[in-house]
């Protein structure tokens, strides 16, 4: 590694902080400005508040049935209508938001914690560890992505939790290279060098020193992850192969709607709808968040 | 070469997914009605009872010889029933890239020379909206809305019921036999299967009107994700071109906007492009399997959610260890159009 590296201000500890904490300042600043980063944290706000205070913003049981009332249209009593076996349709993607979320972020969190720490030790120690493991990322990767989740979910058996469990491991190899790449770098910085020539410990070393200093990137990875895990989620449970009936989530009201999209649109129009725009909100955050944190990678 | 390792690796997986499957992989292989006296014969002849390091050994000689092993579902050899499935899901990857290339870096052109105009901003708006839309919802409504309310275009399936499409074989009575007569029959019903390729061979207008027609909406709605990322791809590529030196001297030197636009700057634009397209077209293949569910296009992606549901693993197993190597090959391909795009990568 030849090139030129930024001179770092200070080796010392505390200033490297301060210096730190102002780089998130700065960041959080220029979120602040950029209007559509704005906007994706209103939509994920507002389905963080109907996830969270579902029971009491839906104006009906999730899953209780008016089978007179089947597939009507939307009215003043049901905002969005009624599905193929009478439940409101407005409760339900109220409710469905608990499940789309708490696998996007879940599934993302159990990705970035195993992918990190596999690509933090395979950047960190290299040699014939960092072979072995980055090969088999090399051949997780191989695969598309929403394959090898229906692979892993035809092992494991159809349902909500596996769903999660499936996705996050086919993003543990994103998350591993990002995270090797990143600690490949900061590895040669003299701050790092300065920690080994007062003998810092190894494991301290990757803790205290290197990881922090590499999760800009994984950050954004993340918010970004959050939004292809939720697209994954309603693909799989659309197929059948996710949360399970009668629980109401959005992909799997698209798989039970889908035979009524002639007859009753509204079914399948909604519940799309919200998969949609909280995708947006998560990619419109991680856009904002990747052009606000590391301005050279701006697209 | 990274490729032989890779493709080990994929065999590995796909082998230890009928091992990791609850259940007696003999029962799982003879589905859920065999009887126990043909499982006990199935689990001698297959070997599994032997080490596991062995059984591996010779599902990758089986794999090799071509012996995938037969559909649960159809009882069908599964080499045949993904030879009939795969050129489907081509023909639609085909025309999903077609309609996303075309379109996308078309309009990433336009935003990117007409920077911050509406067309810009709609544009990236739109392509923002399009990598965030799930495309199986998006199939859904255009088949419900150009299919069933305008009927302007077929909501489903390949061909209209009705009209015929003869095979290659069949239309010029090539009668195969011979110590090559085998593969090339293969060959001639892969490519009969690709149904414009056919009905263009077979001099049949009205089959391949009917299967371009069939072919828009499905493309469209497989499209829309690349679309988006290439069109976004292209604005941003040709921006950091436009801004290089070598442009104003182009423009100084009195040269056709035109000319400047789409020889000078979009060969030094296109490396990035091509990088994304490649990955896409990886990407599609597992968009494939959503959206062919919705316009019930018989090929690789519906097989496989067909067969999980039906628990019909030798053909699921056949179906990922095609789509992966697709991947593979496709992704190998890409890297290596780099080198003749930018004479400054080398491979060794």
């Known amino acids: 590694m030849e090139m030129e590296k930024p001179p770092s201000k200070n080796p010392l500890q505390p200033t490297r902080i301060r210096a730190q904490s102002s780089l ?89 914690i195993v992918g990190a720490i596999l690509g933090a030790i395979s950047g960190f120690l290299g040699g014939w560890i960092d072979q072995g493991i980055m090969r088999f990322m090399d051949i997780l990767l191989a695969f598309p992505g929403l394959l090898l989740a229906i692979a892993v979910v035809s092992i494991l058996g159809p349902g909500l939790m596996n769903m999660l469990y499936a996705i996050a491991f086919v993003s543990i190899p994103v998350y591993a290279r990002i995270m090797r790449a990143s600690v490949l770098a900061v590895k040669e910085q003299d701050f790092v060098m300065a920690a080994q020539s007062v003998g810092v410990p190894q494991t301290r070393m990757l803790v205290r020193e290197i990881l922090p200093n590499c999760l800009t990137p994984i950050i ?53 709808v919200a998969i949609m725009l909280s995708v947006l909100g998560f990619n419109l955050l991680g856009d904002g968040l990747r052009d606000a944190l590391d301005p050279r990678l701006r697209m | ?154 909501p489903s399936a390949r061909l209209t019921v009705g009209v015929e499409l003869k095979t290659i074989a069949e239309a010029y009575n090539l009668n195969l036999s011979g110590p090559l007569g085998g593969a090339a029959t293969s060959v001639l019903s892969f490519l009969s299967n690709l149904y414009v390729f ?62 400047v636009l789409m020889t000078h700057a979009m060969k030094n634009a296109f490396l990035p492009i091509i990088t994304v397209i490649g990955l896409q077209f990886g990407g599609l293949l597992a968009g494939a399997i959503l959206t062919e569910t919705i316009f019930s296009w018989p090929g690789m992606g519906r097989l496989v959610v067909e067969r999980i549901l039906a628990r019909d693993y030798p053909t699921v197993q056949g179906a990922v260890l095609v789509i992966a190597l697709l991947f593979v090959v496709l992704n190998l391909l890409v890297d290596l159009s780099y080198a003749y795009l930018d004479p400054r990568i080398r491979y060794e």
């Open chain 1, 24 to 112: 998130l300042l700065d960041a959080w600043h220029r979120l602040q400005r950029d209007k559509l980063a704005i906007a994706g944290m209103i939509l994920i706000a507002l389905f963080l508040i109907a996830a969270i205070f579902a029971p009491w913003l839906s104006p009906q049981s999730p899953i209780a049935q008016q089978l007179l009332l089947r597939r009507q249209p939307p009215s003043r009593e049901h905002w969005l209508g009624l599905d193929e076996v009478g439940r409101d349709v407005f409760s339900r993607i109220i409710y469905g938001s608990r499940a789309s979320l708490q696998v996007g972020l879940l599934s993302v969190t159990l990705a970035i």
């Open chain 1, 220 to 272: 954004v990875a993340g918010t970004l992850g959050i939004a292809t895990a939720i697209l994954d989620a309603a693909g799989l449970s659309f197929l059948g192969l996710g949360a399970q009936p009668p629980m109401p989530e959005w992909g799997t009201m698209l798989g039970e709607g889908r035979g009524s999209v002639f007859t009753a649109p509204h079914i399948v129009f909604f519940p799309g």
């Open chain 2, 198 to 259: 056919d009905s263009i061979v077979t001099a049949n207008p009205t089959a391949l009107i009917d299967s371009l027609k069939h072919l828009i909406l499905p493309s469209i709605a497989l499209g829309t994700i690349p679309m988006s990322i290439i069109a976004r791809m292209t604005r941003s590529s040709l921006l950091e071109v436009l801004s290089a030196d070598y442009i104003r001297t182009a423009r100084a030197k009195g040269q056709h906007e035109r000319v």
């Open chain 2, 1 to 154: 070469m990274l490729l032989f390792p890779v493709l080990i690796g994929i065999s590995i997986v796909t082998f230890a997914m009928l091992r990791l499957i609850p259940g007696d992989p003999a029962r799982i292989m003879l589905g859920e009605h065999a009887t126990e006296e043909a499982i006990t014969r199935f689990r001698e002849s297959a070997g599994l009872d032997d080490p596991i390091p062995v059984q591996y050994w010779r599902y990758l000689q089986r794999l090799i010889r071509g012996d995938w092993g037969r559909s649960i579902a159809r009882n069908e050899w599964v080499t045949v029933e993904l030879a009939q499935r795969l050129p489907a899901t081509i023909e639609l990857s085909i025309g999903a890239m077609i309609i996303s290339c075309v379109i996308g870096i078309g309009a990433g052109i336009i935003s990117a020379y007409k920077h911050n105009s509406v067309f810009d901003l709609v544009t990236m708006v739109g392509a923002l909206v399009g990598v965030s839309m799930p495309v199986f919802w998006l199939g859904l409504l255009m088949s419900y809305v150009f299919g069933y309310r305008l009927h302007w275009l077929p």
